[in-house]
């Protein structure tokens, strides 16, 4: 059987220890790599583009809830991401799910629990907890938004991501190695498409999607 390589990033060793012991007690062999916060998490997807999962807490430093995914996503497509996280409501797992993820794990659930959904994720399937009942969003300018977020192409929803975490143009040009009228082009494209007027009322509705957190 081949390897799989899972990276594993959330920024609690403890944790991060409970989701290596699921993952050892898997049957094949596994590569694990860890990561601490969202800036590893990144390197380390760039680092093993071959890899076959991430495990990614919702709550990593560096990046605000659901920004994390959707940057992630934009930039390694072909990366399936489960989203760990201790706020498991029905509202938080449906909206990580629409945002791309390929599963759901609550940081309440017991080993076997997690090591079951992880090989439902590896075997192709979306993964959630057994008490979660799938419905539909219950804000309706969120489900908007979402469905604006997903007009996007996946370089401007990096832009965005990167908007949201205080870049200047010039700045997120230099990160994505493009020129700095490029990336205004994408600006003025993602106003478009999210109906608003400034990079701070995007940035503004991007959060809306994290309020199901806090609340």
């Given at each position: 059987?081949?390897?799989?390589?899972?990276?594993?990033?959330?920024d609690?060793?403890?944790?991060r220890?409970?989701?290596?012991?699921?993952?050892?007690?898997?049957?094949?062999?596994?590569?694990?790599?860890?990561?601490?916060?969202?800036?590893?998490?990144?390197?380390?997807?760039?680092?093993?583009?071959?890899?076959?999962?991430?495990?990614?807490?919702?709550?990593m430093?560096?990046v605000?809830?659901?920004?994390g995914?959707?940057?992630?996503?934009?930039?390694?497509?072909?990366?399936?991401?489960?989203?760990?996280?201790?706020?498991?409501?029905?509202?938080?797992?449906?909206?990580?799910?629409?945002?791309?993820?390929?599963?759901?794990?609550?940081?309440s659930?017991?080993?076997?629990?997690?090591?079951?959904?992880?090989?439902?994720?590896?075997?192709?399937?979306?993964?959630?907890?057994?008490?979660y009942?799938?419905?539909?969003?219950?804000?309706?300018?969120?489900?908007?938004?979402?469905?604006?977020?997903?007009?996007?192409?996946?370089?401007?929803?990096?832009?965005?991501?990167?908007?949201?975490?205080?870049?200047l143009?010039?700045?997120?040009a230099?990160?994505?190695?493009?020129?700095?009228?490029?990336?205004?082009?994408?600006?003025?494209?993602i106003?478009?498409?999210?109906?608003?007027?400034?990079?701070?009322?995007?940035?503004?509705?991007?959060?809306?999607?994290?309020?199901?957190?806090?609340a």
């Amino acid at each position: 059987m081949q390897e799989q390589t899972i990276i594993i990033a959330d920024d609690h060793p403890l944790f991060r220890d409970a989701l290596r012991q699921a993952v050892i007690g898997m049957e094949g062999r596994q590569a694990i790599v860890e990561a601490g916060d969202f800036a590893a998490a990144r390197r380390a997807a760039g680092a093993h583009a071959d890899a076959d999962l991430m495990l990614l807490d919702l709550a990593m430093p560096g990046v605000s809830g659901f920004s994390g995914l959707m940057a992630l996503r934009a930039e390694f497509a072909s990366l399936p991401i489960v989203i760990v996280s201790a706020t498991d409501d029905a509202t938080t797992i449906r909206r990580a799910l629409e945002l791309g993820a390929s599963g759901f794990i609550s940081k309440s659930s017991g080993i076997d629990d997690i090591r079951r959904s992880i090989q439902t994720v590896l075997a192709g399937d979306i993964a959630t907890p057994e008490s979660y009942r799938d419905g539909q969003e219950q804000d309706p300018d969120v489900a908007d938004l979402i469905h604006r977020l997903h007009t996007l192409t996946p370089q401007q929803s990096r832009v965005l991501t990167m908007l949201a975490e205080g870049l200047l143009n010039k700045q997120i040009a230099y990160e994505l190695g493009v020129s700095e009228a490029t990336i205004k082009a994408h600006v003025s494209a993602i106003l478009l498409k999210l109906n608003v007027d400034s990079r701070t009322q995007a940035v503004i509705q991007l959060g809306k999607i994290n309020m199901a957190m806090v609340a």
